[in-house]
């Protein structure tokens, strides 16, 4: 097993960008808005040919998110884009009441998410937006891992009939999918070949998937069998595919950029534990600290993120649950 | 004014002149070296930040935990290199923490933040600034303090509601010993910053709000000292100062050019912005 067509994709957020221009061509009822952040979102292109389907409103989120929600009950199909960390902190209670509350199909664009906007530092991260979004009820949640699943969800976002927000970040992503793939929001997708029983199972989210990937690769020629997950949906959250391959592994691990609170590995720790699924397990995000500075491959090294952490990671839990069948 | 006093005085604007250019320097340095940074609104913002730490606050490294000093509060935070260059020549740090900027586990971020010596707020979420300075000036007022608080605000952070919000607090308390200050360059990221959301007429507005308005060339030195000590301009309202200023300020290539928000110099960019800066410091000495 290798990376599919080994090679090193664009950008998610480029990825967004051409697939709305594409999209926008066809269904004039497409929106964007924007608060300031065309350049920061990669609309500038799409601003220039869709003129007539681009809404400015200024660095002023919370009316952003008002506004677009007003614009969805018209029939508009509003991609509402600006950085995750203010639509999901500043604009929190317009999700919450004019969006989900109230039902209103807005598609909630959260560009360079976690940790992407690095050395900013953390008035820019968004490490809370899954613990956040996944407290308020009608509002799917999802972080594409790569080129192809940025593509495919974006289509798919177009009609989907809920909120649903949608985050991902700025570095170019290797391609981890077969194109022809199918992919629905709300099932996970298996990177790995599928066996009946794994000795570690991975469960990652958005740009970790590719380290945890890698990893994955490292161990399997160490004959180690790895499962790795690409949970893309937070929510509509697939039990069915968790239970299966956790139940057939002897260990998991749970990757996110995001804090370790309330984000992928809780939700996935939640699951198991009420269901009689009792795994050693390990949560790796970013822990309850005052995020260390750095850009995004310096956070994700210091806090175990990258491959070859979760590579050691793997190997510390497997070594701890065999001494403990001992 | 006597004659003595007019010498002091262009003494004092010609000292803080060459300051500007030594900021600027600083500025371009830094975000050249780090390859990242805020480099319009750092040049537009600096000859304030420049007036405001060495002729009106009275802010040191000495006098930090002094309960009635004033206060600076950098609500435009991605401007930090401008606050940087201040700083770092009042002594808070030294220079070679500089080559830190932006670096792992550097506390000089690209945003203001409580781990640098100096800095009394973490800001760089636009909009958040004026109602923290609010709630400081108020506990001024309480204290029965004589210091002042300022703060910074971009044109483009205006259309955040919170600082309408603020602006209600400010005059419904009184506060003249706040003092809100608005970089108004007339450009934000994407353009024009009234093409962009039209928030004119500001003037009018901020009256409407319950201020004290003034106007004042925000790259004028001179201007920028006879303002100040006009403060309070009227008894019982909070002071706002619409400094008009020009983004990228002193960096022919870079003044009123929106590419230049937050790119980073190239090699011969970056020569020819310090040999304009030399050129200004030479034409300053000939004065
Ligand atoms: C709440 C929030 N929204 C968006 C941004 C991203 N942002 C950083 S600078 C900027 C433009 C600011 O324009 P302006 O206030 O005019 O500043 P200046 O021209 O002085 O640089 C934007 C949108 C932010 N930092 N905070
Ligand atoms: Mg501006």
Redesign the interface.
């Known amino acids: 097993m290798s990376i599919k067509n080994s090679s090193l994709g664009e950008t998610n957020l480029d990825v967004f960008a051409k697939t709305l221009m594409d999209l926008a061509d066809h269904d004039r009822n497409i929106l964007v808005t924007?608060s300031?952040?065309?350049?920061?979102g990669k609309i500038t292109p799409f601003a220039e040919k869709f003129p007539e389907q681009i809404v400015?409103?200024?660095?002023?989120e919370?009316?952003l998110v008002g506004i677009s929600a007003g614009l969805a009950a018209m029939g508009k199909k509003v991609f509402t884009v600006s950085p995750a960390?203010?639509l999901t902190?500043?604009a929190l209670e317009q999700i919450k009441n004019d969006v989900a509350y109230s039902d209103h199909p807005v598609k909630v664009i959260g560009i360079s998410a976690g940790v992407s906007y690095?050395?900013?530092?953390?008035?820019?991260h968004s490490l809370h937006d899954f613990a956040a979004l996944q407290a308020i009820n009608n509002i799917d949640i999802v972080a594409p891992a790569d080129n192809f699943e940025t593509r495919k969800i974006i289509q798919l976002a177009v009609n989907h009939p809920r909120p649903i927000y949608i985050r991902f970040g700025k570095k170019a992503m290797p391609n981890l999918h077969d194109p022809s793939k199918k992919i629905e929001i709300g099932k996970a997708i298996q990177l790995t070949p599928k066996h009946k029983n794994y000795d570690l199972t991975f469960v990652a989210i958005g740009e970790t998937v590719a380290e945890a990937f890698l990893a994955s690769q490292k161990l399997d020629k160490e004959g180690i069998k790895v499962c790795c997950l690409s949970l893309h949906t937070l929510r509509p959250f697939d039990e069915a595919a968790i239970q299966e391959v956790v139940s057939n592994s002897l260990a998991v691990i749970t990757v996110e950029e995001h804090s370790v609170n309330g984000g992928l590995g809780s939700r996935v720790a939640s699951f198991l534990m009420q269901n009689d699924i009792f795994r050693p397990m390990l949560i790796v995000g970013i822990p309850d600290d005052h995020t260390?500075?750095?850009?995004q491959g310096?956070i994700f090294r210091?806090y175990g993120i990258d491959q070859q952490s979760l590579y050691l990671s793997a190997l510390k839990l497997l070594h701890k649950g065999k001494r403990n069948d001992d | 004014m006597s004659l003595d006093l007019q010498f002091l005085s262009h003494q004092i604007e010609y000292k803080l002149e060459r300051k500007s250019i030594e900021y600027r320097k600083s500025i371009i340095k830094l975000i050249y070296m780090s390859k990242a940074g805020h480099t319009g609104g750092s040049l537009s913002c600096v000859d304030i930040l420049n007036v405001l730490y060495n002729q009106v606050m009275n802010i040191t490294p000495n006098n930090v935990s002094a309960i009635d000093r004033d206060h600076y509060i950098h609500s435009k935070g991605h401007s930090v290199e401008a606050l940087y260059a201040v700083l770092m020549d009042l002594g808070f740090f030294s220079e070679d923490k500089m080559s830190t900027f932006e670096k792992y586990n550097s506390p000089f971020i690209g945003h203001p933040t409580r781990n640098v010596p100096g800095i009394e707020q973490n800001t760089g979420a636009l909009g958040h600034g004026l109602s923290f300075s609010v709630g400081m000036a108020l506990a001024a007022k309480m204290d029965r303090r004589n210091n002042k608080i300022f703060t910074i605000m971009g044109d483009g952070e205006l259309t955040e509601g919170s600082i309408w919000e603020a602006s209600a607090s400010a005059a419904h308390y009184h506060l003249d010993n706040l003092v809100a200050i608005i970089d108004r360059n007339n450009l934000q990221i994407t353009g024009k910053t009234e093409k962009v959301m039209n928030m004119e007429p500001l003037h009018e507005k901020f009256l409407a709000y319950g201020y004290a308005v003034r106007h004042v060339d925000g790259n004028d030195i001179g201007e920028l000292i006879s303002i100040f000590r006009e403060i309070p301009f009227e008894s019982g309202k909070p002071n706002l100062v619409i400094a008009h200023t020009i983004k990228g300020k002193g960096i022919s290539f870079m003044e009123d050019n929106v590419a230049w928000h937050h790119r980073v110099p190239t090699d011969s960019e970056f020569l020819t912005a310090m040999q304009e800066l030399e050129q200004a410091e030479l034409s300053l000495e000939c004065q």
Do not use: K, M, P, Y
């Open positions: 924007t300031d952040s065309r350049g920061s400015e409103i200024g660095i002023a919370q009316n960390c203010f902190a500043r690095g050395a900013l530092g953390t008035t820019h260390v500075n750095g850009n310096e210091h």
